[in-house]
């Protein structure tokens, strides 16, 4: 299997480094091309035998299967760039979630898939969500899904709910993050508690809670109803939670999905207005 990255940003490079360091992937079985050519450079040097491509329409023949890993503004210019040399059994996957199968699909010959990563799959870790355009036959699938399998936990989801499953398994590491930053300032100026050992148990705790919701067979509210011992300390702090972010998860959902909506309606303009003298496939 070859496998190709098209854009070696925070992303591509991330999937590069996991997909290796797991074992899924040798450097030789890796080719990869950015718009600075200087960060595949890079990830040559670090990864001898990796093949820093040219350009992407390199990438491609090089490869079989080839992650999209631009912005989502940029999809059109990079699928017009590579659509010469893309034939009907590679298989094309996007990684960013407004992208839309009937975008892909209507405006490439191949197989498509897109498939949404997260930030933990740095240590192996933490959910990928695959929604597969309909050309991927069974064996393509389990090609991609066993591929990232070694590097976070497969999930297929319906493309009409990309973006909230996005919202948990991707944008979630820094929504987490951000209640934990703001917990750990107020921690280390009221308290004198060190920053680092906030930090370092504020890890752990995230680790164990993780593993309790994964392996544990906790739901959220048996949990906190396990360690919330009636009258105790835990209940009245999270009494105040609850008051105080009354509607903060409504609104972050519509937040997201907004922003969402609005790339999409950017994305049909992008794809319909190139397509007027598109054959399509
Ligand atoms: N960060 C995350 O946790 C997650 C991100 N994603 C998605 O991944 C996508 C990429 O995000 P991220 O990696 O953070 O973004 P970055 O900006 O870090 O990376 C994008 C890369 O694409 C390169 N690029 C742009 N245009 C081209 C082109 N025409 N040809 C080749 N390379 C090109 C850029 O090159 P240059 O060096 O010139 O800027 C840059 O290196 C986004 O759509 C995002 O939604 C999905 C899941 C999680
Ligand atoms: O395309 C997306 O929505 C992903 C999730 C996190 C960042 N980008």
């Known amino acids: 299997m070859k496998v190709g990255f098209i854009g070696t940003g925070s992303m591509g490079s991330l999937l590069i480094y996991a997909l290796i360091q797991s074992g899924a992937l040798e450097p030789r079985q890796i080719a990869a091309s950015n718009r600075t050519p200087s960060k595949v450079s890079q990830l040559s040097l670090r990864y001898p035998g990796l093949h820093e491509s040219q350009s992407n329409r390199e ?52 197989k498509v898939s897109k498939v949404i990563p997260s930030v933990t799959h740095q240590v192996g870790s933490g959910a990928s969500l695959f929604i597969h355009g309909e050309r991927m036959t069974a064996e393509d699938r389990s090609l991609l899904e066993g591929l990232m399998s070694h590097i976070g936990k497969p999930y297929q989801v319906d493309e009409a709910c990309t973006r909230i499953t996005s919202d948990f ?27 680092a050992d906030a930090c370092a148990l504020a890890g752990e705790m995230l680790l164990g809670t993780g593993k309790l919701l994964t392996e544990g067979g906790y739901t959220p509210q048996e949990l906190q109803a396990r360690v919330a011992v009636p009258g105790g300390i835990t209940a009245q702090a999270l009494a105040l939670l609850r008051n105080n972010l009354d509607g903060v998860f409504d609104s972050l959902i519509h937040t997201t999905h907004e922003k969402y909506d609005e790339d999409l309606v950017k994305l049909d303009e992008v794809f319909r207005a190139s397509e007027i003298n598109r054959q399509q496939y």
Do not use: M, Y
Request: contains cysteine; aromatic residues 8%.
């Open 169 to 195: 398994s991707s944008c979630g590491p820094a929504f987490i993050s951000f209640f934990l930053e703001q917990w750990i300032e107020s921690a280390v100026r009221l308290t004198g508690i060190k920053r």
């Open 59 to 110: 990438t491609v023949i090089r490869s079989n299967i080839i992650f999209l890993c631009v912005k989502p503004l940029e999809f059109r210019h990079v699928i017009d760039d590579i659509l010469p040399v893309v034939n009907s059994n590679h298989i094309i996957v996007s990684i960013t979630s407004p992208v839309q199968l009937r975008h892909l699909e209507s405006s490439l010959p191949c």
